[in-house]
Structure formats: C-alpha cells, structure tokens
C-alpha cells in the first residue's frame, strides 16, 4: 500500500510521531516533519517495517528534502513526572513548536493528542503506515533515539543499550536484575516482571 502524501487541503500540513514509548530506559522521542507537496520515496514506512539500515538512509534524505522538522527527548525523570502518555504528547508539541515553519495542520500517529496553539489536527490509528508525514516523523524520533542510545551505551555497556534500545528484552531485564537500575532507567516503570 502506497502512503498518502496528505490529509488535509492545507499546504503546511505536519505529521507527528514518537519512538520508544515502551522502553525501561532512554527518553521517549518525538518528531514532527513537513513534507514538500511533491515529496515521494519508495522507501518510506512506518519505522517499525523498516530495518535499522533503511531507516538510517531515510534519515538524510528526510533532513534534506523536508520543508521543516524537529525532534524532542523528554527524558526519564519527567517521563516519571508526568507519565509516558503526557510525555509522547510533550515531546510531540515541543517539536512542533521547534518547526522553521509553523503547520497550519497536524496530522498524528496514534489517537491521544492534546490541543496545541489552536493548531487543527487529527489523530489517525496507525498513521505511519498511512501517512508519508507521519511515516518521516516515525523514521526521524526512532533514528535519533537510537542515536542517543547508543551514545548512552557506552557510558553503561552492561546493559547493551547499542541493541535493545532500551526495550524490556530478556537481557536488559537480566541485567537490570543483576546490576540495578541507573539514571537513564524510567523508575515509574516495571522494571522487572
């Protein structure tokens, strides 16, 4: 199925996502992209079908040819503040107010969004498999996030950040269970089963 370029008839319309929502450690991520009207890749997905080696040549070409994006990190102490749902909302609102360009529409993966600016907007239940705007925001917060977990793994190796991302996989609950939590840990979480 090919994505829609658009929803609305408004010529700056953005989509919006955000990455790593179920993680134990690591921010949750959000972007927000306006696409050129004539923008087209055959590539572009939800970032969840696409391998890491896709998604990181998308990246480029995505930074390049949007009319405007930004991305946001809400880290763990406010993801533990605030709750995860109102932190993948914060981050979603921080990066539209971050774009060059404000949207005169926004278009959201998912179907929880809080009013922001007066902006209008839809929600849209797997958006990022419908949407190329949305499917770029998806492809840039996961790209970034990985970006900064990686970056986060090398100061704590033992719980191979590098792969898992953060996510609760066998191994990162192994370790958890045999070092402890650390700072980048989200201690509103379960850690353990």
């Known amino acids: 199925m090919s994505l829609k ?3 609305s008839n408004f010529k700056l319309e953005c989509g919006t996502d955000e990455a790593g929502r179920g993680c134990l450690a690591g921010p949750v991520t959000a972007a927000a992209v306006i696409l050129p009207e004539s923008f ?3 590539l572009l997905n939800d970032s969840k079908q696409l391998s890491e080696k896709k998604r990181n040549t998308l990246q480029p070409i995505l930074i390049k040819d949007a009319v ?3 991305f946001t990190h809400i880290f763990p102490e406010d993801i533990d503040t605030i709750n995860i749902l109102n932190a993948s909302i914060l981050a979603m609102h921080k990066s539209i107010e ?4 404000a949207p005169e529409f926004i278009i959201v993966d998912g179907n929880r969004f809080k009013p922001l600016n007066d902006i ?3 929600t849209i239940v797997k958006g990022d498999s419908k949407y190329l705007s949305i499917a770029a925001a998806s492809v840039l917060a996961k790209t970034f996030r990985d970006e900064y977990m990686d970056q986060i793994h090398l100061e704590f190796p033992m719980y191979n950040w590098k792969q898992n991302k953060g996510y609760p996989t066998k191994e990162h609950r ?4 045999k070092y402890g939590p650390t700072k980048y840990h989200r201690k509103s979480f379960r850690l353990l089963p």
């Open 174 to 177: 192994a370790a958890i269970k």
């Open 98 to 101: 971050a774009l060059k360009t």
């Open 68 to 70: 405007s994006y930004a």
């Open 40 to 42: 087209s890749n055959s």
């Open 120 to 122: 209008p907007f839809k």
């Open 5 to 7: 370029s658009s929803f």
